[in-house]
């Protein structure tokens, strides 16, 4: 397992914090009137603070909106417990939770097997796909994310250094849906992780430490991390003036950039290709077990 070490180059002010995703929220429309939002919840701090500050949001400024939770439980060994964690944390903010297995849809552990890809890029195919199906078939208007500044300043350079220049128009605080695709929402995009632990600690909202007991959801950003870690000793908020940078950019520049997607051959969810990842990895899987695919 990977630990990261978490550097403080400033101490944590909460007010200042909320007040900027407060500010966030307003500024580019997040949570409009009538809203259905659901939270994909982890169990893990990100999440849980984009839940609790939300529902916040909308109780302190009366907005007829509602805030609901999503989890979707991995089929891991350690994925009872941390459902547990989310169930505790709904409980606590009073808002409703719907919990999805992805073993209904997808064997995880047997599919990366199976495909001979790594289980976290597996995982995260089989997420990216339930976080559009699941709350939109529940009538949600919008989805929202725990991804926080440096988690989306990690994809922006991980994306920089593998060409995949596209993908970077989708750091923004709102990717817009369009047919079946919900629309995404990124209340803590400048926001930074020891922001979201604290304000859990402040407020001593359950938390589970692993999503998995892989334990590797931040692994693959180890260098991204300790780079802007390095550069917050000389300037402590450079990270978030680069993704503000960022941000402004897109929005200027990124309109209409991004690729339409269409409707999987097989299961009609939203694809850039012929048929969705989640499909091919079940095929693979069926082959492999030489079954048919449910
Ligand atoms: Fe999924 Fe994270 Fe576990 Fe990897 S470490 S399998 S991405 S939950
Ligand atoms: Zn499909």
Same mark, same amino acid.
């Given at each position: 397992m990977v630990q990261i070490k978490v550097v403080r180059p400033q101490p944590v002010d909460l007010e200042t914090y909320k007040r900027r995703v407060f500010f966030t929220i307003k500024k580019y429309r997040l949570v409009e009137m009538g809203d259905v939002i659901y939270v994909a919840v982890s169990g893990g701090k990100d999440s849980c603070a984009a839940l609790a500050l939300l529902k916040e949001y909308v109780d302190t400024f009366k907005i007829d909106a509602e805030i609901r939770a999503f989890h979707i439980n991995?089929?891991?060994?350690?994925s009872p417990k941390v459902e547990e964690v989310v169930k505790a944390l709904a409980e606590r903010l009073g808002v409703s939770l719907h919990v999805v297995n992805a073993k209904e849809y997808l064997d995880i552990e047997a599919a990366a097997k199976a495909s001979g890809r790594p289980i976290c890029s597996v995982c995260g195919a089989v997420k990216r796909y339930l976080m559009n199906k699941v709350p939109r078939e529940l009538g949600a208007t919008k989805v929202a994310t725990g991804h926080h500044a440096h988690d989306l300043l990690a994809y922006y350079f991980k994306n920089l250094a593998s060409r995949?220049?596209?993908?970077?128009?989708? !750091?923004?605080p709102k990717v817009e849906g369009h047919d079946i695709l919900l629309t995404k929402i990124r209340p803590?995009?400048?926001?930074?992780p020891e922001e979201n632990e604290e304000f859990c600690r402040a407020l001593e909202l359950p938390v589970s430490p692993l999503c998995c007991e892989y334990g590797l959801c931040n692994a693959t950003h180890i260098e991204v991390y300790e780079m802007i870690w390095a550069t917050r000793r000389r300037d402590p908020d450079f990270d978030l003036r680069l993704i503000g940078g960022i941000v402004a950019f897109n929005l200027k520049y990124g309109k209409d950039k991004l690729d339409q997607l269409r409707r999987c051959r097989v299961c009609g969810e939203p694809t850039?290709?012929? !048929?969705?990842a989640v499909c091919k990895l079940r095929m693979k899987l069926s082959t492999r077990l030489n079954t048919t695919p449910p």
């Open positions: 991995l089929g891991f060994k350690t995949n220049f596209q993908w970077n128009f989708k !750091i923004v803590l995009i400048f926001a930074r850039s290709g012929e !048929i969705c």
